[in-house]
């Protein structure tokens, strides 16, 4: 009953009042390891890593394989690591900031972000513990998305200016980027890793921008999906890559809508297991040979892109 109660009050944000619950509760069961990670966790809320860390540490000597407890020892352990205090943990989201004043902007945006992440774990079947994201000055890795290629840090930077914005369409692209390089093991065309997220985030640009052709070569659009483009401000780039952005985004559309997520998820499983080339795969996913896909698109495009781009439809 203290660790209901706990919780309770720890949804309510009262921590203290929470801490004291849990605390109950282990006077009656000093065996009780949720309650532990409980403690830690309003801990890491509360800027005390060190504390977070003794309370984790006791889980573990108890059981050592706890997975709530390693997971949240990762956390603490990287938390301590990169010295910083200010903490905003929602979840499975881990933001990082520098300044109190940040707090009421992030709070405003998880929403939104924790709808992208929901959503994703939904449509793609994958999860993942822990998201980080650290809110940054300035991004400065401009040729992207970084997430595919930040293997080290493996952390989703959000610039202050896009905070200000509440732009959680950039956060949402990203973390389908993450999402799909872990799942696919960066093994997926770049074509269909870009309109995936596109179709997640969904920025202004692909319902400005009329379709006015069927022409599409799938099988070299990764080659036009450059290096140079601006990730972080679609509305930056020039009209050309505009263009191969939105034949990203309509190709995953049209097999979303011919095929449906199920299917989806079967595709990025093969490439999970090795496959690179999706002209191999139509026939083994979609009972589909290539030409024959590559003409249902051209009918598909015809009827409802050659004037102008549809707007309402929601995945």
Not at 10 to 22: C, F
Not at 130 to 156: L, M, Q, S
Not at 272 to 297: C, Y
């Amino acid at each position: 009953m203290y660790y209901r109660l706990g919780q309770l009050f720890d949804h309510r944000r009262e921590y203290r009042t929470a801490l004291g619950y849990y605390y109950k509760a282990l006077q009656l069961d000093p065996y009780l390891l949720a309650a532990y990670v409980k403690i830690a966790q309003v801990r890491i809320k509360e800027g005390l890593v060190y504390d977070a860390a003794k309370a984790l540490t006791r889980v573990l000597q108890i059981k050592p394989d706890y997975t709530p407890a390693l997971e949240e020892m990762k956390i603490v352990n990287r938390l301590i690591k990169s010295n910083l205090h200010n903490i905003f943990r929602r979840q499975n989201l881990v933001i990082q900031f520098y300044e109190y004043t940040q707090l009421p902007l992030i709070e405003k945006l998880y929403p939104l972000m924790e709808a992208h992440r929901l959503n994703l774990e939904d449509k793609l079947g994958y999860h993942i513990p822990t998201v980080w994201v650290k809110v940054v000055p300035k991004v400065e890795r401009h040729n992207g998305p970084p997430a595919f290629y930040d293997d080290v840090e493996d952390c989703i930077h959000l610039s202050i200016a896009a905070l200000h914005r509440q732009d959680h369409a950039v956060f949402g692209h990203e973390l389908t980027w993450m999402y799909l390089t872990r799942l696919t093991h960066k093994n997926a065309p770049r074509w269909l890793m870009e309109g995936l997220a596109l179709v997640e985030a969904h920025p202004s640009f692909v319902d400005q921008i009329p379709m006015r052709t069927t022409e599409l070569r799938w099988l070299d659009l990764d080659r036009r999906i450059t290096a140079e483009k601006n990730y972080l401000d679609f509305e930056r780039n020039p009209p050309q890559m505009q263009m191969v952005l939105l034949r990203c985004y309509l190709l995953v559309r049209f097999l979303l809508e011919s095929y449906g997520w199920p299917t989806m998820r079967v595709l990025l499983d093969e490439y999970r297991k090795g496959e690179s080339q999706f002209e191999k795969l139509t026939w083994k996913v979609l009972n589909i040979q290539f030409d024959a896909l590559e003409a249902r698109w051209n009918v598909y495009a015809i009827t409802r892109y050659y004037f102008g781009a549809e707007k309402d439809y929601k995945f």
